[in-house]
């Protein structure tokens, strides 16, 4: 069983950061090059406004559905149709208060239509992650593995002959860009219908209105949660398209940065996968995780230094290399966007250990404080500085977030610091940004200086004892042994 698990964990990683990176860069970014900053800033405003509301399609249903049919098979014929009915009224409250609140923000006709797609989307990924809840709890990984990605897959198809066949090219619209994803969400959502109904034995019994009610309250912690993280990390978008005169063609310039974040996110995301198990083991066998912590933090932010402080300082070629209208604006947003990382680096290593803790009361305060202080600095921010500003905004809320997150887990785990590990960070981000300063007046191709600046920054990783080599491949041995 540990093989299998391990076998398919390495499987599920390996396929999406083949995936996800294709996407982003090769589709994404270039549609976006394709339609322009404009008519990309209203979809990617429209999009993260269908995002915000979305935990209302789960409100913590697929955690409850996988802890319960892991325990017993049979409960997944049981739940099957219970479930869907509940999600199905879900989206109905989701599409009604999506809607509503959408027109009286005086949305347009055409953002509508894009709103009426990208919410139909919404539902389709939440129908399909409730089916992915069966086949993991089934123990089906590879094919779970196979799911997660294909809809992924199935849009790049679309997409590449949308944009370069002779049939589509020269009349390629956004829409088409959100059509494909629906199509794709469709396709992958009924595939992922047909293999539960497969493996399952349907039952027909009806639950009572008082035991929905019950897996709702008890998954209103983990909904909140969910509801004002999305909120600090995607409102951003939607306020800089409604506030500004040349709202949308900000919001595009933002999504250009946004994407690349976003790409780096999902090193961060797959980190926190691998650490949860194994500070939830820890905390059930009641074992000090300081080691652990220390060494999972100091590897993440090494990593987090070293992306963010290399894109800051090339951040004008990279954005010129990636994008056709690239201006200085656009490199300074994305400078600094990039430097969020550090930051989340930190809430991916101590959000997670406060998560295995259970400690949901503590992440909720800490959550709102973070959305309350993002919508308050956009409100201040935005109208004066643009989309620059929002991106001073997210990076003090991430700051804020990140130093609430370690305060919290200190005081429930009463780490032990040690004067030389200040040392060792402080001086590890003094050499990566002096040797970025040096490096810069090479007069070689920026690429090849920034991947001279990548081994520096990691040299002095190790040379700080930061990134000892031994002890990440005994994290990973120790993954395989759960």
Same mark, same amino acid.
């Given at each position: 069983?540990?093989?299998?698990?391990?076998?398919?964990?390495?499987?599920?990683?390996?396929?999406?950061?083949?995936?996800?990176?294709?996407?982003?860069? #090769?589709?994404?970014?270039?549609?976006?090059?394709?339609?322009?900053?404009?008519?990309?800033?209203?979809?990617?405003?429209?999009?993260?406004?269908?995002?915000? %509301? =979305?935990?209302?399609?789960?409100?913590?249903?697929?955690?409850?559905?996988?802890?319960?049919?892991?325990?017993?098979?049979?409960?997944?014929?049981?739940?099957?149709?219970?479930?869907?009915?509940?999600? %199905?009224?879900?989206?109905?409250?989701?599409?009604?208060?999506?809607?509503?609140?959408a027109l009286s923000a005086g949305y347009s006709e055409l953002q509508m239509k894009m709103l009426l797609f990208l919410a139909v989307n919404q539902i389709l990924l939440s129908a399909i992650l409730y089916f992915r809840s069966n086949i993991a709890a089934?123990?089906?990984?590879?094919t779970d593995s196979v799911v997660s990605i294909l809809d992924r897959l199935l849009t790049i198809i679309f997409c590449l002959t949308l944009l370069y066949s002779s049939a589509f090219k020269d009349s390629f619209s956004i829409l088409y860009f959100i059509?494909?994803?629906?199509?794709?969400?469709?396709?992958?959502?009924?595939?992922?219908?047909?293999?539960?109904?497969?493996?399952?034995?349907?039952?027909?019994?009806? @639950?009572?209105?008082?035991?929905?009610? %019950?897996?709702?309250?008890?998954?209103?912690?983990?909904?909140?949660?969910?509801?004002?993280?999305?909120?600090?990390?995607?409102?951003? +978008?939607?306020?800089?398209?409604?506030?500004?005169?040349?709202?949308?063609?900000?919001? +595009?310039?933002?999504?250009?940065?946004?994407?690349?974040?976003?790409?780096?996110?999902?090193?961060?995301?797959l980190f926190a996968t691998l650490l949860l198990p194994m500070f939830a083991g820890m905390i059930h066998r009641k074992e000090n995780v300081n080691e652990l912590v220390k060494f999972s933090s100091e590897l993440m932010l090494v990593m987090a230094v070293?992306? #963010?402080?290399?894109?800051?300082?090339?951040?004008?070629?990279?954005?010129?290399?990636?994008?056709?209208?690239?201006?200085?604006?656009?490199?300074?947003?994305?400078? @600094?966007?990039?430097? !969020?990382?550090?930051?989340?680096?930190?809430?991916?290593?101590? #959000?997670?250990?406060?998560?295995?803790?259970?400690?949901?009361?503590?992440? !909720?305060? *800490?959550?709102? +404080?973070?959305?309350?202080?993002?919508?308050?600095? !956009?409100?201040?921010?935005?109208?004066?500085?643009?989309?620059? +500003?929002?991106?001073?905004?997210?990076? *003090?809320?991430?700051?804020?977030?990140?130093?609430?997150?370690?305060?919290?887990? !200190?005081?429930?785990?009463?780490?032990?610091?040690?004067?030389?590990?200040?040392?060792?960070? %402080?001086?590890?981000?003094?050499?990566?940004?002096?040797?970025?300063?040096?490096?810069?007046? =090479?007069?070689?191709?920026?690429?090849?200086?920034?991947?001279?600046?990548?081994?520096?920054?990691?040299?002095?990783?190790?040379?700080?004892?930061?990134?000892?080599?031994?002890?990440?491949?005994?994290?990973?041995?120790?993954?395989?042994?759960?």
């Amino acid at each position: 069983m540990r093989k299998k698990f391990a076998t398919n964990l390495i499987f599920l990683f390996a396929a999406n950061l083949l995936v996800k990176p294709f996407w982003i860069f #090769g589709i994404d970014r270039v549609v976006q090059n394709k339609v322009g900053a404009e008519v990309y800033g209203t979809y990617f405003a429209v999009f993260n406004y269908s995002f915000l %509301l =979305s935990i209302i399609l789960d409100f913590g249903i697929n955690n409850f559905n996988n802890r319960a049919v892991s325990r017993n098979n049979k409960r997944s014929g049981e739940y099957l149709l219970n479930l869907l009915m509940l999600k %199905l009224f879900l989206a109905f409250i989701y599409f009604a208060f999506t809607f509503l609140t959408a027109l009286s923000a005086g949305y347009s006709e055409l953002q509508m239509k894009m709103l009426l797609f990208l919410a139909v989307n919404q539902i389709l990924l939440s129908a399909i992650l409730y089916f992915r809840s069966n086949i993991a709890a089934l123990q089906l990984f590879k094919t779970d593995s196979v799911v997660s990605i294909l809809d992924r897959l199935l849009t790049i198809i679309f997409c590449l002959t949308l944009l370069y066949s002779s049939a589509f090219k020269d009349s390629f619209s956004i829409l088409y860009f959100i059509y494909a994803q629906t199509l794709a969400l469709f396709i992958t959502a009924l595939v992922a219908f047909v293999i539960v109904f497969q493996k399952t034995i349907l039952k027909i019994h009806i @639950w009572k209105l008082k035991f929905t009610k %019950l897996i709702l309250l008890k998954s209103f912690p983990f909904a909140l949660l969910a509801l004002l993280m999305g909120i600090y990390y995607r409102i951003d +978008g939607v306020m800089i398209e409604r506030m500004l005169p040349n709202g949308a063609h900000e919001a +595009g310039i933002y999504a250009a940065s946004f994407r690349l974040l976003d790409a780096l996110n999902m090193f961060g995301y797959l980190f926190a996968t691998l650490l949860l198990p194994m500070f939830a083991g820890m905390i059930h066998r009641k074992e000090n995780v300081n080691e652990l912590v220390k060494f999972s933090s100091e590897l993440m932010l090494v990593m987090a230094v070293i992306a #963010g402080v290399n894109c800051y300082f090339f951040r004008n070629e990279i954005m010129h290399l990636l994008y056709h209208d690239s201006t200085s604006y656009w490199a300074e947003i994305f400078g @600094w966007l990039m430097l !969020n990382f550090i930051p989340m680096s930190s809430i991916y290593v101590f #959000g997670t250990l406060l998560t295995a803790k259970g400690s949901l009361k503590i992440l !909720n305060f *800490i959550a709102l +404080g973070g959305m309350v202080i993002n919508v308050g600095l !956009n409100l201040f921010l935005i109208p004066k500085y643009g989309a620059l +500003g929002a991106t001073f905004a997210t990076l *003090i809320t991430q700051f804020f977030v990140a130093i609430f997150h370690i305060a919290a887990a !200190n005081r429930q785990f009463n780490f032990e610091y040690e004067r030389k590990d200040v040392f060792k960070l %402080l001086a590890f981000t003094a050499i990566c940004v002096v040797a970025l300063f040096v490096i810069q007046l =090479s007069p070689c191709n920026w690429m090849v200086n920034f991947f001279f600046a990548l081994i520096i920054c990691s040299i002095a990783a190790v040379l700080t004892k930061l990134l000892p080599i031994l002890r990440v491949f005994e994290l990973l041995k120790s993954k395989t042994a759960i």
